[in-house]
């Protein structure tokens, strides 16, 4: 079964944007076999599914995600950050970007925005959430922070 997000669409008429099995599966490849470091997803061209755009190996650096994303418009985004917490456990972490810069268009911003929370709550297993709208506000001293506090 795809879930499916509301979204609003011209006229305000609500459409709907699949969340395909295939995108969940790379999340899940993440989360079970660390198989990704990070999965970055974007509303495909017809804005009717959520795509997976890149998948990150589990050698690649914080600054190999932070790179993937563009500039100029919006994604989500899954990060499995592994670190050695305050007590020295070695712990992992999951989060959920949604990355919305400044300079994307106003339409992308909504489409983003709305479908989000849908989308966010397939993805069964992130531990923490993250709104970025600038690279500072998903700075990796942000994450490590927050992951420390559990």
């Not at 899940?28 to 470091?37: A, G, N, P, Q």
């Not at 268009?105 to 966010?120: G, H």
């Amino acid at each position: 079964m795809v879930a499916a997000a509301a979204v609003p669409w011209g006229g305000g008429s609500p459409a709907w944007i699949d969340v395909p099995e295939r995108s969940k599966s790379a999340f899940m490849e993440l989360k079970r076999r660390k198989v990704h470091r990070y999965v970055i997803f974007k509303i495909d061209d017809r804005r009717e599914e959520i795509v997976v755009e890149k998948t990150g190996s589990p050698g690649e650096s914080y600054d190999d995600f932070t790179a993937s994303l563009p500039a100029d418009d919006c994604r989500y985004a899954v990060y499995d950050l592994d670190f050695v917490s305050d007590d020295n456990c070695r712990k992992s972490k999951i989060f959920f970007i949604s990355w919305s810069p400044s300079d994307s268009r106003i339409r992308a911003k909504t489409i983003y925005a709305v479908s989000r929370n849908q989308f966010r709550h397939e993805l069964d297993g992130v531990h923490f959430e993250i709104q970025a709208t600038d690279p500072d506000d998903m700075d990796f001293e942000v994450l490590r922070v927050r992951a420390n506090r559990t």
